[in-house]
């Protein structure tokens, strides 16, 4: 079974541009979780989908956002990129049924904002 | 409220030692109790995950302990492993496996 694909794994902005992450879950996986990842404040929540529907996020400016597609393939956009904006970028697909809780991340897309 | 605070950030065990990583949070509407293995150049890793109707729960050489009045939980690692040298992280979660707040890792270390 193929595992969480990311895509692009590295990329370098300037600041005030904007970036598009893209995430495909694992077959059959509904959820997609988003995640950002630094040295000085660990791991955060981005957002949540489910079936194309946000249905969590976190505590971040409206200048990230995501949706996911019918397949579940889940993208972010982070627009008027900032230095702070620095970090490597997680994606995690999950399957919640009655007898299993599975949770795959992927490698993750790491970001440079310069 | 919404606070997940993990210790000790860095932990050196020798093998077959036991390793014990300890959370605490603040939301008492959380009810899913994650933890992830990280390796460097990874993304985390699932390890083992407790809902709070139960007090332990594990599985292999891992073992959740999860104190609901004292709103704690620890991971166990027994004959920890130089394998087993990674960044641990717990977090804590209500509603779904998503949406979660993250401690801040520790650095386990094991030494041969």
């Known amino acids: 079974k193929a595992g969480v694909t990311q895509t692009p794994r590295y990329l370098i902005k300037t600041r005030g541009q904007q970036v598009t992450l893209s995430c495909s879950p694992i077959?059959?996986?509904?959820?997609v979780s988003w995640y950002q990842q630094t040295p000085g404040q660990g791991l955060q929540f981005l957002f949540e989908y489910f079936s194309e529907t946000q249905r969590n996020k976190g505590n971040f400016p409206g200048r990230f956002s995501g949706r996911q597609f019918s397949n579940s393939r889940s993208e972010m956009n982070v627009s008027t990129l900032e230095l702070g904006d620095s970090a490597l970028y997680l994606c995690?697909?999950?399957?919640?049924?009655?007898?299993?809780?599975?949770?795959?991340f992927g490698p993750g897309t790491r970001l440079l904002v310069l | 409220q919404q606070q997940v605070k993990q210790s000790p950030q860095s932990l050196i065990v020798q093998k077959g030692g036991i390793s014990i990583i300890n959370c605490a949070y603040e939301n008492t509407a959380f009810d899913y109790f994650p933890w992830y293995q990280q390796f460097p150049g990874k993304g985390p890793a699932l390890l083992i995950a407790?809902?709070?109707?139960?007090s332990e729960k594990k599985e292999g050489r891992f073992t959740i302990s999860f104190n609901k009045s004292a709103k704690q939980f620890s991971l166990h690692i027994m004959d920890s492993q130089p394998g087993d040298s990674a960044t641990y992280f717990c977090a804590a979660g209500g509603g779904s496996q998503g949406n979660l707040i993250f401690g801040k890792g520790t650095k386990l270390s094991v030494k041969p």
């Open positions: 995690a697909s999950s399957l919640l049924t009655a007898t299993q809780e599975t949770q795959y």
């Open positions: 407790i809902r709070p109707d139960v």
């Open positions: 077959s059959g996986h509904r959820s």
